[in-house]
């Protein structure tokens, strides 16, 4: 089946740590993004990628960086310097070819939590 | 910069009434429109989108919503609402042919459909 695969569902982290979260599509989308769920306030982008070596920042990069290698994964990684990273991470993807207007496919998310 | 405005934190509406969640948008040229749901520690799921031609666009589980580019607002409705239909809404926006795939959502409206 097609789709788009985040893990772990669940991720626990000490004060001080970097985390790694993992997003990989088989759907052969060429764009990828990253959002960050709060209560209240919606979902926040925080890096998109709309090819292979390229990425841009979204409205809330700081603390985070992210890595496109290949077209399938695109990996976020809280940095320490994250001041509040507990959330509900979304990864999204977006097929590019064929003309605009294509609608994003979700994963699941990630829901990150400081101890 | 492209934003979505999502005025109600929540909407409450009695099973086999109709519901109206609202959404206004703000992008330099033309929009693409999207409406998502999702149900609690789940990703979003796609409802239904506008890209251009009809102002009524109908999509999954009897949802539809109506494009009004003077008023720059793409409200979701349904005749009908079931108790299942209680879930957080997002609306977003993509502006079209811009170069750039920057997706920006509301802050969501919480459904709930008392019985």
């Known amino acids: ?25 088989n759907l052969n989308h060429d764009a990828m993004y990253w959002y960050r769920q709060d ?15 390229d990425f841009q920042k979204g409205d809330i990069a700081e603390g985070y960086s992210v890595s496109r290698e290949k077209k399938e994964s695109f990996p976020l990684t809280v940095t320490s310097a994250q001041k509040n990273p507990t959330a509900f991470y979304l990864c999204a993807s977006l097929p590019l070819a064929g003309g605009g207007g294509k609608e994003a496919f979700f994963g699941q998310g990630t829901r990150l939590t400081v101890v | 910069a492209q934003s979505v405005a999502q005025p109600e934190d929540q909407v409450n509406v009695a099973e086999g009434n109709p519901l109206t969640v609202k959404c206004t948008y703000s992008v330099s040229g033309n929009p693409y429109l999207f409406w998502y749901v999702q149900y609690p520690n789940r990703g979003l799921q796609f ?20 494009f009004n580019k003077s008023q720059t607002s793409f409200h979701l409705k349904k005749p009908s609402a079931l108790v299942s239909d209680s879930a957080l809404y997002f609306c977003a926006v993509r502006e079209a042919g811009a170069g750039s795939y920057q997706l920006t959502f509301g802050k969501g409206t919480k459904l709930s459909v008392i019985p």
């Open chain 2, 47 to 66: 409802l239904l989108k506008y890209i251009t031609g009809d102002n009524l666009v109908k999509g999954s589980y009897g949802f539809e919503a109506e």
């Open chain 1, 1 to 25: 089946d097609g789709g788009i695969t985040q893990s772990p569902k669940y991720l626990f982290r000490k004060e001080g740590q970097n985390v790694t979260l993992s997003c990989e599509q």
């Open chain 1, 39 to 53: 209560p209240g306030q919606g979902l926040r982008l925080i890096y998109y990628s709309q090819i292979v070596n």
